[in-house]
T-cell receptor, first 114, second 117 residues
Framework: DQQVKQNSPSLSVQEGRISILNCDYT??????FLWYKKYPAEGPTFLIS?????DKNEDGRFTVFLNKSAKHLSLHIVPSQPGDSAVYFC?????????????FGQGTRLTINP | NAGVTQTPKFQVLKTGQSMTLQCAQDMNHEYMSWYRQDPGMGLRLIHY???????DQGEVPNGYNVSRSTTEDFPLRLLSAAPSQTSVYFC????????????????FGNGTRLTVT
């Protein structure tokens, strides 16, 4: 059973506009969430995170919003740039017996069109 | 710093063959893990280690073995390869394993693409 879901496999956005990537989760015990970005033939790289005690976290052009009651988070990229074209993974941190495990969504492929 | 290094980058195996995927990190990270990435499935945790000599199973451990004899290395062994193990494998590490990991995100290697025929 997929505990973290990214229901949009792909998203196409025009350069300069806002990109919004969505993520839903089912486990109410998750209290920390991360976004990773992945280019082809490379490993994922950490982008931004948010704790459940916050509803928003900003880092430059990237903002993550968390709605705990809806078990939903989103990543906003403003303005979108061609270098943002990549696969984006949402992940939730699961702490089991003191060891962190990341539970990933399926990923959303973002394409920024010039 | 090389970060997380995985070898080989590509591998083709026949069903029933065994092999070891290598992973090494030079950041003195306590926590290491293996994920596999399959289309439509995201990344799924295979095995993880919170320190030398300590390993545990993740979500999809069957058919794989791991060991952690040093802090730096965390090899993944396929005992008898099956076509269902065709995937891209990622090794990842982080400074801390125990919740302090909130400020210690995973660092990933560039992956090993494995095909089992």
């Amino acid at each position: 059973d997929q505990q973290v879901k990214q229901n949009s496999p792909s998203l196409s956005v025009q350069e300069g506009r806002i990109s919004i990537l969505n993520c839903d989760y089912t486990n109410s015990m998750f209290d920390y969430f991360l976004w990773y970005k992945k280019y082809p033939a490379e490993g994922p790289t950490f982008l931004i995170s948010i704790s459940s005690i916050k509803d928003k976290n900003e880092d430059g052009r990237f903002t993550v919003f968390l709605n705990k009651s809806a078990k939903h988070l989103s990543l906003h990229i403003v303005p979108s740039q061609p270098g943002d074209s990549a696969v984006y993974f949402c992940a939730a941190l699961d702490l089991i017996q003191g060891a962190q495990k990341l539970v990933f969504g399926q990923g959303t492929r973002l394409t920024i069109n010039p | 710093n090389a970060g997380v290094t995985q070898t080989p980058k590509f591998q083709v195996l026949k069903t029933g063959q065994s092999m070891t995927l290598q992973c090494a990190q030079d950041m003195n990270h306590e926590y290491m893990s293996w994920y596999r990435q399959d289309p439509g499935m995201g990344l799924r945790l295979i095995h993880y280690s919170v320190g030398a000599g300590i390993t545990d199973q993740g979500e999809v451990p069957n058919g794989y073995n791991v060991s952690r004899s040093t802090t730096e290395d965390f090899p993944l062994r396929l005992l008898s390869a099956a076509p269902s193990q065709t995937s891209v494998y990622f090794c990842a590490s982080s400074y801390s394993a125990r919740g302090q990991g909130y400020n210690s995100p995973l660092h990933f290697g560039n992956g090993t693409r494995l095909t089992v025929t």
